[in-house]
């Protein structure tokens, strides 16, 4: 079932650290090995499976379960899907129960494999999920590449670098997400791209104060250095002058990616543009929180209410359907 039209090149100026998550992303589109019919399931446990994907994006993120229940069925049981698979592998590096690299591998292994998603109830509604919308299973190894840095790399030298681990993480979330709401040209990877750096950069600004407790900083470090802070400076958690400066840029720039990424809304099918662009601007609000916080990322966590979320939903589905146009980037 083909779920896109696309054109045969991109017309979306790019910046120099984009050009290689490009890259990535055509790499793994051209080289799209999915089946191309839906597997036969046992009707009633795939529909176990799907249930239990719903419920556990319920339980672990209410931002996106909000988000997701925009979108039509059969689009938004697999958007739950996609959610569920993100978020076992996630945990299976953040809350391993043994070898972290092992049972990352042993997860490749069952969600590529027909003949042994069934074992699982995520496995296998993932998997159908990605026969019935022709995902790539590049960008599910890409992902799984990402999160596998979180295993031993806990530290970024420049933003290229981190940029890299955003794509793996977040971007391929994205581009994943595009095949099962449906898309029209390939410039919609690089907005792709794009909100999957933003929507990263949010959780990582977010959450300094949480990792560096587990032993991780996804600050790049010539940024650091050039704002005069060190990684004592993260340890004694204080909000200093050259703090609020660095947090600064750091929310700029994050903002400038969610603004640049937003006109691909606009590329998507009709029902899929409110989801994502609530999924976007929920999420950037997350910048908003940080700095009524005075950046002090330490000892909070910035969070949006769930009345601060509902409040802005009339907003955002206006400029999804009447402000957001896919218009090539100058940057």
Not at 52 to 74: G, N, Q, R, V
Not at 114 to 125: N, R
């Amino acid at each position: 079932m083909k779920m896109h039209t696309e054109n045969s090149y991109m017309t979306v100026n790019t910046m120099h650290w984009e050009n290689h998550l490009v890259a990535l992303a055509q790499d793994a589109h051209a080289n799209d090995t999915v089946t191309k019919e839906p597997l036969a399931h046992n009707e009633h446990q795939l529909e176990q499976a799907y249930q239990y994907c719903e419920a556990l994006t319920k339980h672990h993120s209410k931002t996106f379960y909000i988000a997701s229940s925009l979108i039509p069925e059969p689009k938004r049981r697999a958007i739950r899907a996609l959610y569920a698979f993100c978020r076992v592998s996630d945990d299976l590096v953040d809350q391993p129960t043994g070898d972290a690299l092992v049972q990352l591998e042993d997860w490749r292994r069952k969600t590529i494999d027909p003949c042994l998603c069934c074992e699982d109830p995520v496995s296998l509604a993932w998997n159908d999920t990605c026969q019935r919308f022709q995902i790539p299973l590049r960008y599910a190894e890409q992902l799984l590449d990402g999160v596998a840095k979180d295993v031993n790399n806990v530290r970024y030298e420049t933003f290229q670098d981190l940029s890299t681990y955003c794509y793996g993480v977040a971007s391929t979330v994205g581009l994943m997400a595009m095949h099962i709401i449906g898309y029209q040209s390939q410039d919609a990877i690089v907005y792709a791209i794009r909100l999957g750096v933003a929507l990263q950069l949010s959780n990582i600004l977010r959450d300094i104060g949480e990792d560096w407790h587990f032993g991780r900083l996804y600050l790049p470090k010539q940024e650091m250095e050039a704002f005069g802070l060190t990684e004592e400076d993260i340890a004694r958690g204080e909000v200093t002058p050259a703090w609020r400066e660095f947090m600064r840029f750091q929310i700029d720039r994050t903002r400038k990616l969610y603004a640049d990424s937003m006109p691909g809304v606009g590329l998507l099918d009709r029902d899929g543009r409110f989801a994502i662009a609530a999924a976007g601007e929920l999420y950037q609000a997350i910048l908003e929180q940080i700095e009524k916080l005075d950046y002090d990322v330490f000892h909070h966590r910035a969070m949006l209410s769930a009345w601060g979320k509902v409040k802005r939903l009339p907003g955002i589905w206006y400029r999804a359907n009447y402000r957001y146009h896919p218009i090539p980037v100058s940057i």
